[in-house]
């Protein structure tokens, strides 16, 4: 867990490259651990990448992931001031505080989501992933429509392969390689990964005008620091909590809105800190990212939702090992569920003590030229393809998949969209036809239970509101 | 999902969705199109196990998917050509279309030759693999991408390649048990 902390924060530090890279490319590294081990070290990873993103981008001002965005605002600014190491304190007490949080409130309330959901039938599980593509797909995405492109490009990457209710063959091209369907490993990979290595490759040559800001004084914060600090990152982390359990698309929604909270409350200051570099908003954005880091992973657990990229991935390596998360996986594998919520409090307790002194040390990792980087990257990538089925035909497929990645990352098409319909798709399609089947193709047994109408309820307020957001924002920008 | 932030910073007020977007942005909708061709294709002709399926058999969500593909990718063809359109009208002579609010790294050409470079490099990966062995086409790999990324250093580049692919053909196959082809040094 310890070596997945530092891994993971060690990885986050790199520009560009999230935890759910990290994750992804040491899923197939892991066929060889156990399952608990391995599921934990990725813990470490996740939470040690989420730091390690902030870390980029208060020292560079290139945030390591979207989720970080809003804190590398006035961190960044707090750097420039001679303030790095205090604005690396800020980060990881509030990530602590904020993670702290919504890991107890999983371990009180997992039990009693879950049996909740062990009265999920196929119309509940259909209602859920309907949920969970509309809502990553156009609430959180800028654009409802590319948001909708990378969802169709990832359930076609889903159908491939077996249908299993009947065991038709789909779209294999003949070729006995595909019946088993495109593993998630080779999919995340090539697209979390590969995908990168190429996009960094298409921007060589373009200048880079983010510097490395040395990092110098006391990493410690002073008394009133602490006490400035303090009602930020309790904000922070009540807006990241809920929205862990909504499949919303990670972080980015709630950082945001704990940036904007914090800039408003400084206005009222008789001495407005924000834009000099203010400690409440890195503190705000920070506390919110691992409160929703926290609760995505009980939605996870709990479940079996996962509610951002990273979520996704983790969810990926979990079937790895047979364990599907949700409402059976409390009853049937107890004792990793509750290994791996303890080891969520060592995570990050150990990332404190880690991070507090050594920040400084870690932005030393910056200094790795960017074309190693992406060159082991490469190399890791295609290792992991190839171990986890070797088959040469599964590097094709990074290849292709790959390519896809760069173009969407090129014209602004999310990814995590196409993750989550990988993940859903077939979950999606199968209780689909299980709910069909089961009432004689009665369409009104999709909406027959309270949990799949309040489902349908939520989702319309959510398009409702990203409609509102969205005009609020373009009527902002042109006036 | 990392260079492109999905919601914009609330103060700048850049990548407005008024911006002209680059032509090469129809690849997106022509392989949802490509996507959605072949799914009706395949699921035309799919041979289905067992009869009676009803509508709910395993044509259902296929067409669904094709479906939404094809309505995406005409819906984000119009919205390119749109934008082009507007923004052609909105600015002349002055900027014109190339010249757009860029994110952070400032918005150029991507580097084609240099995506060609780093792609061949995966494809003789793939192709060397079975022949030449892990320990040779994974040092390949690296120094092709490493060059890709604008390293003239290949020396140096190829020690590191060398020490890459040798420790994790140590660590995950000598210790771990994974199996990496050997390629011809195998069987020397």
Not at chain 2, 26 to 53: F, K, Q, R, S
Request: aromatic residues 8%; hydrophobic residues 55%; proline residues 6%.
């Amino acid at each position: 867990m310890l070596i997945g902390a530092v891994l993971g924060t060690a990885v986050g530090v790199l520009p560009g490259l999230g935890s759910a890279m990290a994750v992804a490319l040491l899923l197939p590294v892991t066929f060889v651990l156990d399952p608990t081990a391995a599921l934990i070290m990725f813990v470490g990873i996740y939470f040690g990448g989420l730091f390690g993103d902030s870390i980029s981008g208060i020292l560079m001002n290139t945030p390591g992931n979207s989720t970080a965005i809003a804190s590398a605002f006035e961190g960044h600014r707090m750097a420039l001031d001679g303030r790095a190491a205090q604005a690396l304190a800020t980060a990881a007490i509030g990530a602590f505080i904020g993670g702290m949080i919504a890991t107890v409130l999983v371990v009180f309330f997992a039990p009693a989501m879950a049996a909740a959901a062990t009265r999920f039938g196929p119309a509940e599980f259909f209602a859920l992933a309907v949920f969970a593509f509309v809502a990553i797909s156009s609430v959180v995405s800028d654009s409802a429509i590319r948001g909708l492109a990378g969802l169709a490009i990832g359930l076609t990457l889903a159908l491939i392969g077996i249908d299993q209710p009947t065991g038709t063959s789909r779209f294999t091209f003949g070729s006995p390689a595909l019946l088993d369907g495109i593993s998630i490993v080779v999919i995340t990979v090539a697209l979390l990964a590969l995908g990168e290595v190429f996009a960094q490759a298409s921007r060589t040559g373009h200048p880079d005008n983010n510097r490395l800001i040395a990092t110098g004084g006391r990493p410690w914060l002073s008394g009133k620091e602490f006490r400035a600090a303090l009602p930020a990152w309790l904000r922070g982390t009540a807006y990241g909590l809920p929205f862990g359990v909504i499949p919303a698309g990670g972080a980015e929604v709630p950082t945001f809105l704990a940036y904007g909270t914090e800039r408003r409350l400084d206005r009222r200051r008789p001495e407005p800190t924000f834009g000099k570099g203010s400690i409440q908003g890195v503190a705000g954005p920070e506390a919110a990212g691992n409160a929703t880091a926290g609760t995505a992973m009980g939605a996870l657990l709990a479940l079996g939702l996962p509610t951002s990229a990273t979520a996704a991935v983790l969810l990926a390596a979990f079937q790895q090992y047979g364990l599907q998360p949700g409402p059976l996986l409390l009853e049937r594998s107890g004792e990793i569920v509750w290994a791996l919520l303890a080891s969520f409090f060592l995570a990050m307790t150990a990332l404190l003590i880690l991070n507090m002194p050594f920040a400084p040390l870690w932005a030393k990792l910056l200094k790795v030229p960017r074309s190693y980087l992406y060159a082991g990257i490469a190399v890791f990538a295609c290792f992991g393809v190839y171990a986890a089925g070797a088959s040469v035909t599964d590097l094709v497929i990074m290849l292709g998949i790959g390519l896809l990645g760069l173009a969407m990352r090129l014209y602004d098409v999310p990814l995590a969209p196409v993750l989550i319909a990988v993940i859903l798709g077939p979950l999606a399609e199968y209780s689909l036809r299980d709910a069909m089947g089961n009432s004689g193709n009665d369409p009104l047994v999709l909406v027959s239970s309270p949990i799949t109408v309040v489902l349908y309820l939520l989702l319309l307020a959510g398009l409702i509101w990203s409609m509102w957001r969205r005009r609020v924002e373009r009527s902002a920008r042109t006036a | 999902m990392s260079q492109t932030p999905q919601s914009p910073p609330p103060e700048a007020g850049d990548p407005a969705p008024g911006n002209a977007q680059p032509l090469g942005a129809l690849i997106i909708p022509l392989t949802l199109a490509a996507i959605g061709v072949y799914l009706v294709v395949g699921t035309l002709t799919m041979d289905e196990v067992g009869d009676d399926n009803g509508i709910f058999g395993p044509r259902m969500m296929p067409w669904l998917v094709a479906a939404l593909a094809l309505s995406v990718a005409i819906t984000m063809t119009i919205d390119v050509l749109r934008s082009r359109r507007r923004s052609a009208a909105a600015q002349p002579a002055a900027s014109g279309p190339a010249e757009r609010s860029g994110e952070q790294t400032g918005e150029q050409a991507p580097n084609w030759r240099a995506v060609a470079i780093a792609v061949a490099g995966v494809v003789a990966f793939i192709v060397l693999l079975p022949f030449a062995g892990w320990l040779i086409s994974a040092t390949l790999l690296f120094v092709v991408i490493a060059m890709s990324l604008g390293n003239r250093n290949h020396a140096t580049s190829l020690i590191a390649g060398l020490a890459l692919a040798s420790v994790i053909q140590i660590v995950f196959s000598g210790f771990l048990g994974l199996n990496l082809p050997a390629g011809f040094i195998g069987s020397l």
